[in-house]
């Protein structure tokens, strides 16, 4: 997982370079934070915004910078999880967090071409895979920070405490009761190579149109959620069972245009896929791999969380 680096050993330089050098590690904790790119860069944009509204006197006052920054961080996407849950509850369908494509993905352009900032590259590791965001999901406001910020970024309980507001011991416990939740919800570990023989097998039994293999590959009690925000079509609610799932599947197959393929792609760290229609990706595939069989498929074919995997 991720740590900060070593700050706060003397006084740091308030310069536009040293301020602005924070801005890779607030994308990323604002991203693990809120689930949106976007709304990771907006919070972070707010951040330096707040800053620059002060003085030069204000800000030499400051003797840390960086953690300023992270306080005031931490505390704007804290606020917006609380306003994130009620603008969820009027979303069309169900919602999940935005997927984010490889390293080698933004390097090549695929994902803004020219226009993406380096600095907006989402370091991915376990703790921003798309199954362990939509764990976070299920937290309290208070939990995820205090989790992401404590066990994630590896800030104290007293550095926590000020963000959200609570007494160092309570963020103790609000981060304790988000590892329960991550514990509940993890699979039995699984290689990486392995995973990614599970989703390739999927997907070339996806394009044969086995329904029977596809159905071996799906553990019986599997689960896909598909998040389309009212602006692409895709099935309404959750489907249960392997079954189910590959008779969905098979039916994508048979009515998918002749101008649209899939193709292998690392979604937030982990092996996935994506649907490409006429050179543009219009559906991204995360999966969760336990056991050499596929517990959960999340699909998001929502066009504003599909922006980081398209050309600019």
């Known amino acids: 997982m991720s740590t900060r680096s070593e700050r706060g050993h003397g006084r740091p330089d308030s310069g536009l370079d040293v301020i602005m050098s924070e801005r ?17 860069e907006d919070a972070v944009q707010e951040t330096y915004a707040r800053w620059y509204a002060m003085s030069r006197q204000q800000q030499d006052a400051i003797e840390n910078p960086a953690a300023w920054l992270t ?23 169900e919602w999940l967090p935005e997927p984010l494509p490889a390293h080698s993905e933004w390097n090549s352009g695929r994902a803004g071409g020219a226009t993406a900032d380096p600095a907006d590259r989402v370091t991915l590791d376990e703790s921003v895979s798309l199954a362990f965001l939509v764990v976070l999901e299920s937290m309290t406001p208070a939990e995820r920070v205090a989790f992401i910020l404590h066990d994630v970024f590896c800030h104290s309980f007293a550095e926590v405490a000020e963000i959200v507001g609570r007494t160092p011991a309570a963020c103790r416990q609000l981060a304790s009761s988000a590892r329960r939740r991550i514990r509940a919800a993890r699979p039995s570990p699984t290689e990486a190579a392995q995973r990614t023989a599970v989703v390739r097998n999927f997907k070339q039994a996806w394009d044969a149109k086995d329904i029977d293999v596809l159905i071996g590959l799906l553990d019986p009690d599997a689960t896909a959620i598909a998040d389309g925000g009212g602006l692409a079509i895709t099935f309404p609610r959750p489907i249960e069972g392997a079954e189910r799932i590959a008779r969905t599947w098979i039916e994508i197959a048979r009515r998918r245009p002749d101008t649209m393929t899939f193709l292998e792609r690392t979604v937030n760290g982990q092996p996935g896929l994506v649907a490409q229609q006429d050179g543009v990706i219009v559906s991204v595939f995360a999966f969760e791999v336990a ?10 074919r929502n066009p504003e969380k599909l922006r980081s995997w398209t050309t600019g």
Request: positive net charge; contains cysteine; aromatic residues 6%.
């Open 24 to 40: 890779r590690q607030l994308i990323n904790l604002a991203y693990r934070l809120l689930g949106s790119l976007a709304e990771a």
């Open 71 to 93: 306080t005031v961080a931490g505390r704007i996407c804290l606020n917006l999880l609380g306003s994130a849950r009620a603008r969820r509850e009027t979303y069309v369908g």
């Open 291 to 300: 056991e050499d069989r596929i517990k959960h498929i999340w699909v998001v």
